[in-house]
């Protein structure tokens, strides 16, 4: 496919100087979820090309920036894709200042968890989605009922950064209702994903995520059960701790 927008053929210039050829169908397809090909690049290199490129755009509009948010996340390759999400982490509060409802569209072209939590936490993430609840707080019930099993791992990783950040009671409640609707999904995508969302929540709602979990013990996977019981009892993810599921009285 032809890259018609211009910041994005600037970008892709520059990861392709920077790496081998683009392969396909290599071991990493089942870890990382999708056979998109990409580029052989380590990440701090990406994040070296990101961050170089956006200083010199510092006067990029967001709409300018969304187009070529838009543009990486069309394209082909996961590392296109990938490299989407790395300049949101080094972008301007102006830039910023685009329609989230444009994640609707984005996730339609991500797959696997790589390419989701690329585009869905990080700086961005952070500040944005409680600094603009009212227009995140629907997109978040509304990704946790998509048939598209990426929106529903985003509607959970998205508040990862941000209730790491900060106490946030509204989102907590947000959070425990979406992971009420997909508690009983098998999928690792969403297991996992259960997990990391309770794990993050624990720095400033440790009593929330423990009654939670104590109510909703028989129905949780079992494996955010174990992930968020040892951070809940150390503080620390650690596999040296016991973390027998051992169901409250």
Known sequence: MAVVNAHHTEILAAIQKNSGKASQHTFQDSYLGNTHPRYAIRAPVL??????????HRDLSAIAFAKLLTSLI?????????MAGILLDYSTDEQRNFDPALFDHWLDHL????????????DYTAYEIDGR?????????????????????????????????????????????NIDRLKSEKEILITKAISWILRSMVKHHAALVQAY???????????????????????KKTKTVSTRMVKKK
Do not use: H
Not at 47 to 56: L, S, V
Not at 75 to 80: K, L, Q, W
Not at 111 to 122: F, L, M, P, S
Not at 215 to 234: C, G, H, K, S, Y
């Open 111 to 122: 797959i696997g968890w790589a390419e989701v939590d690329a585009v869905c936490t990080g």
């Open 47 to 56: 994040r070296t090309i990101a961050r170089a490129w956006m200083k010199q």
């Open 74 to 82: 069309e394209a082909e390759s996961s590392t296109e894709k990938c």
């Open 213 to 235: 979990i104590d109510a909703n013990f028989d129905t949780l996977p079992r494996i955010a059960i174990r992930e968020t019981q040892v951070v809940l009892n150390t503080g």
């Open 133 to 177: 609840w009212k227009k995140w707080k629907p997109l978040l019930r509304k990704f946790s009922k998509s048939a598209n099993i990426q929106k529903r791992r985003a509607s959970l990783v998205l508040c990862c950064s941000p209730v790491r950040r900060q106490a946030y009671p509204e989102m907590a409640a947000i959070i425990f209702e």
